[in-house]
């Protein structure tokens, strides 16, 4: 009789569950002081100031981790890449870069 193996758990959180995708709406707030209208901004200025606040960010949250500071959090730091990820590819997907066609 074959035996059923449990799926993996965490000794915290139970079972382990792949990360959520990114939500702009859900997830920004939590990881930037933003207001609601840059969260709803998607223009191209919108984006690259938003871009900006997450550049920002996520380099003090590296230089809290390469020296060892007790705030550094990698989850954040996740996210924080994450995010920035997300809307790097969205602004490329809403303004590709151009190549250059003249000869």
Do not use: C, F
């Not at 606040?53 to 003090?60: D, E, P, S, V």
């Amino acid at each position: 009789m074959l035996k059923t193996v449990p799926p993996p758990r965490s000794p915290i959180r139970g079972p382990l569950r792949k990360s959520r995708a990114y939500d702009r709406v859900r997830d920004l707030p939590a990881l930037l002081p933003v207001w609601p209208t840059e969260v709803d901004d998607t223009s191209a200025p919108g984006r690259l100031a938003l871009l900006a606040k997450l550049r920002r960010a996520l380099r003090q949250e590296r230089k809290l981790g390469a020296g060892g500071h007790w705030t550094y959090d990698l989850a954040r730091h996740a996210a924080l890449r994450s995010a920035y990820r997300a809307e790097v590819a969205a602004a490329l997907e809403q303004a590709p870069l151009k190549s250059d066609t003249s000869n």
